[in-house]
Protein backbone atom coordinates (compact mmCIF):
# COMPACT_ATOMS: atom_id res chain seq x y z
CA UNK A 1 0.00 0.00 0.00
CA UNK A 2 1.57 3.60 -1.25
CA UNK A 3 2.09 5.64 1.85
CA UNK A 4 -0.07 9.42 1.97
CA UNK A 5 2.31 11.69 0.88
CA UNK A 6 3.82 14.34 3.24
CA UNK A 7 3.12 17.17 1.95
CA UNK A 8 0.69 18.50 -0.40
CA UNK A 9 -0.50 21.74 -2.08
CA UNK A 10 -4.28 21.53 -3.13
CA UNK A 11 -5.04 23.68 -5.92
CA UNK A 12 -2.61 26.53 -4.85
CA UNK A 13 -3.36 30.30 -6.72
CA UNK A 14 -1.76 33.29 -5.72
CA UNK A 15 -2.46 36.74 -7.46
CA UNK A 16 -0.74 40.21 -6.78
CA UNK A 17 -3.03 43.34 -8.15
CA UNK A 18 -3.93 42.15 -11.55
CA UNK A 19 -1.55 39.38 -12.60
CA UNK A 20 -1.55 35.75 -11.34
CA UNK A 21 1.15 34.59 -10.42
CA UNK A 22 0.50 30.81 -9.02
CA UNK A 23 -2.67 29.34 -11.02
CA UNK A 24 -3.94 25.77 -9.09
CA UNK A 25 -0.67 24.34 -8.11
CA UNK A 26 -1.59 20.74 -7.43
CA UNK A 27 1.59 18.52 -6.40
CA UNK A 28 2.20 15.94 -3.44
CA UNK A 29 5.83 15.18 -2.05
CA UNK A 30 6.88 12.51 -0.04
CA UNK A 31 8.17 11.96 3.40
CA UNK A 32 11.49 13.13 3.51
CA UNK A 33 11.73 13.66 -0.10
CA UNK A 34 13.55 16.33 -2.14
CA UNK A 35 11.81 18.43 -4.33
CA UNK A 36 13.34 20.56 -6.43
CA UNK A 37 11.13 23.59 -8.21
CA UNK A 38 12.61 24.20 -10.95
CA UNK A 39 11.35 27.06 -13.68
CA UNK A 40 12.92 30.55 -15.46
CA UNK A 41 12.73 33.94 -13.29
CA UNK A 42 9.15 35.22 -13.13
CA UNK A 43 7.98 31.61 -13.00
CA UNK A 44 6.23 31.56 -9.62
CA UNK A 45 8.83 29.49 -8.00
CA UNK A 46 9.66 31.94 -5.13
CA UNK A 47 6.17 32.82 -4.68
CA UNK A 48 5.06 28.53 -3.99
CA UNK A 49 8.54 28.71 -1.19
CA UNK A 50 7.42 32.20 0.42
CA UNK A 51 3.33 30.80 1.03
CA UNK A 52 4.88 27.42 2.23
CA UNK A 53 7.03 29.46 4.77
CA UNK A 54 4.02 31.46 5.83
CA UNK A 55 5.34 35.09 4.17
CA UNK A 56 2.61 35.17 1.95
CA UNK A 57 -1.25 34.11 1.81
CA UNK A 58 -2.49 31.94 -0.60
CA UNK A 59 -5.79 33.38 -2.60
CA UNK A 60 -6.91 29.94 -2.89
CA UNK A 61 -5.77 26.44 -2.34
CA UNK A 62 -5.00 24.60 0.83
CA UNK A 63 -1.22 23.27 1.98
CA UNK A 64 -0.97 20.11 4.23
CA UNK A 65 1.94 18.85 6.07
CA UNK A 66 1.40 15.42 7.25
CA UNK A 67 -2.20 15.89 7.32
CA UNK A 68 -2.36 19.02 9.12
CA UNK A 69 -3.36 22.28 7.51
CA UNK A 70 -0.70 24.59 7.50
CA UNK A 71 -1.89 27.72 5.47
CA UNK A 72 -4.07 28.93 7.94
CA UNK A 73 -0.65 28.72 10.50
CA UNK A 74 1.32 32.12 10.84
CA UNK A 75 5.21 31.60 10.17
CA UNK A 76 6.17 31.13 13.65
CA UNK A 77 3.90 28.01 14.41
CA UNK A 78 4.34 25.78 11.63
CA UNK A 79 7.98 24.52 12.29
CA UNK A 80 9.54 25.24 9.06
CA UNK A 81 12.97 25.72 8.43
CA UNK A 82 14.38 28.12 5.25
CA UNK A 83 17.56 28.70 4.32
CA UNK A 84 17.47 31.79 2.73
CA UNK A 85 19.19 32.58 -0.38
CA UNK A 86 22.33 34.67 0.90
CA UNK A 87 22.16 32.61 4.06
CA UNK A 88 21.77 35.85 6.81
CA UNK A 89 24.61 34.53 9.04
CA UNK A 90 25.62 36.99 11.44
CA UNK A 91 29.69 37.57 11.11
CA UNK A 92 30.24 38.93 14.97
CA UNK A 93 28.93 35.80 16.08
CA UNK A 94 30.63 32.15 16.36
CA UNK A 95 29.58 29.42 14.04
CA UNK A 96 27.60 27.51 17.17
CA UNK A 97 26.22 30.99 18.22
CA UNK A 98 24.31 31.55 14.63
CA UNK A 99 23.16 27.61 14.36
CA UNK A 100 21.82 27.90 18.24
CA UNK A 101 20.29 31.44 17.46
CA UNK A 102 16.11 31.70 18.10
CA UNK A 103 16.81 28.19 20.16
CA UNK A 104 14.63 28.62 23.42
CA UNK A 105 16.05 25.84 24.89
CA UNK A 106 17.83 25.12 27.93
CA UNK A 107 21.74 25.69 27.78
CA UNK A 108 22.84 22.15 27.60
CA UNK A 109 20.20 21.20 24.93
CA UNK A 110 20.73 24.08 22.94
CA UNK A 111 24.49 23.07 22.99
CA UNK A 112 23.22 19.58 22.04
CA UNK A 113 21.33 20.43 19.28
CA UNK A 114 24.12 22.61 17.31
CA UNK A 115 26.24 19.76 17.63
CA UNK A 116 23.86 17.14 16.16
CA UNK A 117 22.89 19.78 13.32
CA UNK A 118 26.71 20.66 12.74
CA UNK A 119 27.37 16.76 12.66
CA UNK A 120 24.44 16.36 10.11
CA UNK A 121 26.05 18.94 7.67
CA UNK A 122 29.53 17.25 8.05
CA UNK A 123 30.70 20.24 10.27
CA UNK A 124 31.86 18.39 13.41
CA UNK A 125 33.80 20.76 16.18
CA UNK A 126 33.09 23.84 14.19
CA UNK A 127 31.03 25.46 17.00
CA UNK A 128 33.98 28.05 18.01
CA UNK A 129 34.74 29.12 14.43
CA UNK A 130 33.86 32.57 13.08
CA UNK A 131 31.63 32.86 10.17
CA UNK A 132 34.59 35.20 8.30
CA UNK A 133 36.75 32.26 8.40
CA UNK A 134 35.33 29.08 6.87
CA UNK A 135 34.51 28.97 3.42
CA UNK A 136 31.30 29.58 1.18
CA UNK A 137 30.14 26.13 0.64
CA UNK A 138 31.12 25.49 4.88
CA UNK A 139 28.81 28.24 5.17
CA UNK A 140 26.42 27.34 3.06
CA UNK A 141 25.87 24.27 5.27
CA UNK A 142 26.10 26.01 8.89
CA UNK A 143 22.94 28.06 7.21
CA UNK A 144 21.64 24.57 6.86
CA UNK A 145 22.53 23.47 10.03
CA UNK A 146 20.65 26.71 11.93
CA UNK A 147 17.02 25.62 10.24
CA UNK A 148 17.60 22.04 11.09
CA UNK A 149 18.43 22.50 15.00
CA UNK A 150 14.81 23.58 15.67
CA UNK A 151 14.22 19.91 14.20
CA UNK A 152 11.25 21.28 11.49
CA UNK A 153 9.10 19.14 9.90
CA UNK A 154 9.34 20.58 6.57
CA UNK A 155 12.59 22.56 5.00
CA UNK A 156 12.83 25.33 2.34
CA UNK A 157 15.69 26.38 0.69
CA UNK A 158 15.92 29.66 -1.87
CA UNK A 159 18.52 28.98 -4.54
CA UNK A 160 21.04 27.29 -2.28
CA UNK A 161 23.69 27.77 -3.74
CA UNK A 162 23.36 30.95 -6.29
CA UNK A 163 25.05 32.44 -3.86
CA UNK A 164 28.54 30.48 -4.22
CA UNK A 165 31.56 31.00 -6.95
CA UNK A 166 31.24 28.71 -9.53
CA UNK A 167 34.35 26.58 -8.88
CA UNK A 168 32.71 25.70 -5.52
CA UNK A 169 29.08 24.88 -6.80
CA UNK A 170 29.76 21.45 -7.59
CA UNK A 171 31.21 20.34 -4.75
CA UNK A 172 29.15 21.86 -2.29
CA UNK A 173 26.31 20.83 -4.47
CA UNK A 174 27.62 17.08 -3.15
CA UNK A 175 27.62 17.91 0.28
CA UNK A 176 24.19 19.55 0.16
CA UNK A 177 22.57 16.54 -1.59
CA UNK A 178 24.46 13.70 1.16
CA UNK A 179 23.60 16.02 3.92
CA UNK A 180 19.92 16.15 3.28
CA UNK A 181 20.19 12.63 2.54
CA UNK A 182 21.48 12.08 6.15
CA UNK A 183 18.70 14.55 8.11
CA UNK A 184 16.00 12.89 5.81
CA UNK A 185 13.29 15.94 5.80
CA UNK A 186 10.97 16.68 3.41
CA UNK A 187 12.79 19.51 1.89
CA UNK A 188 11.59 22.00 -1.25
CA UNK A 189 13.92 23.84 -2.97
CA UNK A 190 13.65 26.55 -5.55
CA UNK A 191 16.19 27.11 -8.46
CA UNK A 192 16.67 28.36 -11.97
CA UNK A 193 19.61 26.11 -12.64
CA UNK A 194 18.65 22.59 -14.47
CA UNK A 195 21.89 21.19 -13.34
CA UNK A 196 20.95 21.86 -9.47
CA UNK A 197 17.70 21.14 -9.62
CA UNK A 198 18.92 17.46 -11.02
CA UNK A 199 21.53 17.13 -9.07
CA UNK A 200 19.82 17.55 -5.43
CA UNK A 201 16.53 16.70 -6.63
CA UNK A 202 14.55 12.77 -6.06
CA UNK A 203 11.90 14.82 -8.18
CA UNK A 204 11.72 17.99 -10.25
CA UNK A 205 8.35 19.89 -10.52
CA UNK A 206 9.00 22.42 -13.40
CA UNK A 207 6.92 25.60 -13.49
CA UNK A 208 6.78 28.12 -16.02
CA UNK A 209 3.79 31.39 -15.92
CA UNK A 210 2.22 30.32 -12.80
CA UNK A 211 0.99 26.83 -13.69
CA UNK A 212 2.66 23.24 -12.62
CA UNK A 213 3.93 21.81 -16.34
CA UNK A 214 5.10 18.36 -15.00
CA UNK A 215 6.59 16.60 -11.83
CA UNK A 216 8.99 13.68 -12.68
CA UNK A 217 12.40 12.23 -12.20
CA UNK A 218 14.84 14.31 -13.87
CA UNK A 219 15.09 11.30 -16.65
CA UNK A 220 11.65 11.75 -16.88
CA UNK A 221 12.00 14.86 -17.33
CA UNK A 222 14.46 15.08 -20.05
CA UNK A 223 13.71 11.62 -22.06
CA UNK A 224 9.52 12.36 -21.74
CA UNK A 225 8.63 16.15 -21.68
CA UNK A 226 5.47 16.24 -21.09
CA UNK A 227 4.75 19.91 -22.42
CA UNK A 228 6.70 22.21 -25.09
CA UNK A 229 7.46 24.86 -22.87
CA UNK A 230 9.18 21.26 -20.77
CA UNK A 231 10.78 20.31 -23.61
CA UNK A 232 12.42 23.15 -24.34
CA UNK A 233 13.47 24.86 -20.74
CA UNK A 234 14.97 21.33 -19.69
CA UNK A 235 17.98 20.50 -21.26
CA UNK A 236 19.20 21.86 -25.03
CA UNK A 237 16.67 21.19 -28.19
CA UNK A 238 16.18 22.05 -31.68
CA UNK A 239 13.16 23.08 -32.83
CA UNK A 240 11.81 21.84 -36.28
CA UNK A 241 8.19 22.85 -37.60
CA UNK A 242 7.11 20.33 -39.47
CA UNK A 243 3.72 18.48 -40.61
CA UNK A 244 2.61 15.74 -39.34
CA UNK A 245 2.11 12.50 -41.37
CA UNK A 246 0.20 9.91 -38.82
CA UNK A 247 2.54 6.25 -37.84
CA UNK A 248 4.19 9.11 -35.80
CA UNK A 249 6.45 10.25 -38.99
CA UNK A 250 7.13 14.30 -39.10
CA UNK A 251 7.56 16.02 -42.73
CA UNK A 252 10.55 18.51 -42.09
CA UNK A 253 9.28 21.72 -43.76
CA UNK A 254 12.72 22.32 -44.77
CA UNK A 255 12.42 22.65 -48.38
CA UNK A 256 14.74 19.64 -49.45
CA UNK A 257 11.82 17.44 -51.17
CA UNK A 258 10.22 14.69 -48.77
CA UNK A 259 12.46 14.27 -45.63
CA UNK A 260 10.89 12.47 -43.08
CA UNK A 261 11.96 11.90 -39.23
CA UNK A 262 10.03 9.13 -36.89
CA UNK A 263 8.91 11.04 -33.05
CA UNK A 264 7.10 10.39 -30.30
CA UNK A 265 3.66 12.24 -30.39
CA UNK A 266 2.83 14.06 -26.70
CA UNK A 267 -0.47 14.99 -28.36
CA UNK A 268 -3.39 13.40 -28.66
CA UNK A 269 -5.37 12.88 -31.99
CA UNK A 270 -3.19 14.09 -33.94
CA UNK A 271 -4.06 14.60 -37.92
CA UNK A 272 -2.21 14.11 -40.36
CA UNK A 273 -1.48 17.91 -42.18
CA UNK A 274 -1.81 19.03 -39.29
CA UNK A 275 1.49 21.48 -37.79
CA UNK A 276 3.86 20.03 -35.40
CA UNK A 277 7.09 20.66 -33.97
CA UNK A 278 9.58 18.36 -33.56
CA UNK A 279 12.04 19.17 -30.82
CA UNK A 280 15.44 17.16 -30.77
CA UNK A 281 18.19 16.57 -28.37
CA UNK A 282 21.88 17.37 -29.75
CA UNK A 283 22.79 13.98 -28.60
CA UNK A 284 19.69 12.63 -31.16
CA UNK A 285 21.38 13.75 -34.54
CA UNK A 286 24.47 13.10 -35.93
CA UNK A 287 26.55 14.54 -39.12
CA UNK A 288 27.19 13.01 -42.13
CA UNK A 289 29.44 13.49 -44.59
CA UNK A 290 27.07 12.01 -47.84
CA UNK A 291 23.21 12.88 -47.96
CA UNK A 292 20.62 10.15 -47.31
CA UNK A 293 16.55 10.35 -47.59
CA UNK A 294 16.22 11.05 -43.96
CA UNK A 295 19.01 13.80 -44.26
CA UNK A 296 18.71 17.39 -44.04
CA UNK A 297 21.65 19.46 -45.71
CA UNK A 298 23.31 22.54 -43.81
CA UNK A 299 26.03 24.36 -42.91
CA UNK A 300 28.40 24.56 -40.01
CA UNK A 301 28.40 27.94 -38.66
CA UNK A 302 29.85 27.06 -35.16
CA UNK A 303 31.71 24.65 -33.69
CA UNK A 304 32.40 24.50 -30.09
CA UNK A 305 34.48 21.86 -27.74
CA UNK A 306 32.71 20.68 -24.70
CA UNK A 307 34.95 17.70 -22.95
CA UNK A 308 31.84 15.25 -23.27
CA UNK A 309 32.20 16.10 -26.54
CA UNK A 310 31.89 18.80 -29.73
CA UNK A 311 28.64 20.70 -30.55
CA UNK A 312 27.85 22.03 -33.97
CA UNK A 313 25.88 24.30 -34.86
CA UNK A 314 24.03 23.46 -38.65
CA UNK A 315 22.01 26.37 -40.28
CA UNK A 316 19.77 24.35 -42.57
CA UNK A 317 19.22 25.56 -46.26
CA UNK A 318 15.87 27.54 -45.32
CA UNK A 319 17.73 29.02 -42.03
CA UNK A 320 16.93 27.22 -39.60
CA UNK A 321 19.36 26.05 -36.93
CA UNK A 322 19.76 22.77 -35.20
CA UNK A 323 22.46 21.62 -32.96
CA UNK A 324 24.31 18.49 -33.01
CA UNK A 325 26.72 16.30 -30.48
CA UNK A 326 29.73 15.20 -32.13
CA UNK A 327 29.35 11.61 -33.69
CA UNK A 328 31.97 9.96 -36.15
CA UNK A 329 31.61 13.00 -38.43
CA UNK A 330 34.27 15.68 -37.53
CA UNK A 331 33.64 19.12 -39.68
CA UNK A 332 34.65 22.62 -39.55
CA UNK A 333 33.32 26.02 -39.43
CA UNK A 334 31.62 26.75 -42.85
CA UNK A 335 31.51 23.11 -43.68
CA UNK A 336 28.69 21.58 -46.02
CA UNK A 337 27.33 19.16 -43.66
CA UNK A 338 24.57 16.71 -43.34
CA UNK A 339 22.41 16.18 -40.56
CA UNK A 340 19.99 13.25 -39.73
CA UNK A 341 18.96 11.55 -36.31
CA UNK A 342 20.82 9.06 -35.06
CA UNK A 343 19.30 5.21 -34.88
CA UNK A 344 20.48 4.69 -31.53
CA UNK A 345 19.01 7.53 -29.84
CA UNK A 346 15.97 8.27 -28.50
CA UNK A 347 13.23 9.64 -30.95
CA UNK A 348 12.38 13.00 -31.00
CA UNK A 349 9.08 14.52 -29.07
CA UNK A 350 5.84 15.77 -31.67
CA UNK A 351 3.94 18.46 -30.42
CA UNK A 352 1.20 19.88 -31.66
CA UNK A 353 2.58 23.00 -33.01
CA UNK A 354 0.87 26.64 -31.17
CA UNK A 355 -0.50 29.49 -32.58
CA UNK A 356 1.19 32.56 -33.00
Request: aromatic letters at 6%.
Amino acid sequence: MTPPPFLVLDGLSKRFGGHTVLDGVALAVGRGEVLALLGPSGSGKTTLLRLLAGFETPDAGRILVDGERLDPLPPARRNVGMVFQHYALFPHLSVGENVAFGLRLPRAEAAARVAAALASVDLPGFEDRRVGEISGGQQQRVALARALAPEPRLLLLDEPLSNLDPSLRERTRRELRRALARVGITTVLVTHEQEEAFHLGDRVAVLGGGRLHQVGTPEELYERPATRFVAGFVGRASVLPGTFAGAERVRIEAGEGEVFWVGEETAEGLAPGEAVELLVRPESLELRPARGPDALSGRVVERRYAGQGTYYTVALANGWEVEVLSGPHAAAAGETVHVGPRADASLPRIFRREAA
